[in-house]
């Protein structure tokens, strides 16, 4: 557990009920909208029968502990095709090197929700969505422009049909995983 406030030092809940500072090397996330999946940033695009995701901003209290999430519902419908997608997924970055990325999610419902999380190189990767926040890493090497996060729903690709989840702190960057750096 961390927490972060305005104007005070990170610390760190994890091992001691004492705390200890958090000290980390000096990170960027990449993503531009961190926290805002309803801005234009970030793509909503179906194929197929699916349905284009719905967001819902400041839905849900975050892993910070404010109202801060978003809330998403992904849907296709009772489809198995492949062309069925509902997905959620960041602008293109230009980028060479070796990066992580990553987001916090947990399901609304209580119901587990299966989804596909893909790498910047495309690389699908299963997730199950619970009730309790996580928080999904990918890591990669890229040397092209590419689109560092995609969430979705697909029918060829054993997920769920329907999704209803909450969101919070996507992030992209250089090397290995940091603590939630929000961007605006």
């Given at each position: 557990i961390e927490v972060v406030e305005n104007d005070r030092p990170r610390i760190d809940y994890t091992d001691s009920a004492d705390g200890v500072l958090l000290l980390e090397p000096q990170r960027t996330n990449l993503i531009t909208y961190s926290n805002d999946f309803s801005n234009s940033f970030w793509g909503k695009t179906k194929g197929g029968v699916g349905v284009v995701p719905v967001v819902t901003s400041n839905y849900a209290t975050s892993p910070d502990g404010t109202q801060n999430a978003d809330r998403i519902?992904?849907?296709i419908g009772t489809s198995?095709?492949?062309?069925?997608?509902?997905?959620?997924q960041a602008?293109?970055?230009v980028m060479s090197g070796d990066y992580t990325n990553s987001l916090y999610l947990k399901s609304n419902t209580g119901t587990e929700y299966d989804?596909?999380?893909l790498e910047p190189d495309g690389s699908a990767i299963s997730i199950t969505i619970t009730s309790v926040w996580q928080r999904f890493t990918t890591a990669d090497t890229v040397n092209a422009t590419d689109i560092p996060i995609k969430l979705r729903l697909?029918?060829?690709?054993?997920?769920s049909k329907y999704a209803d989840i909450s969101i919070y702190g996507a992030q992209l960057e250089v090397g290995s995983l940091s603590s939630y750096i929000p961007t605006q």
């Open positions: 519902i992904f849907d198995t095709s492949s062309s069925d997608i509902s997905q959620l602008s293109s970055i989804m596909t999380l697909r029918g060829n690709e054993s997920t």
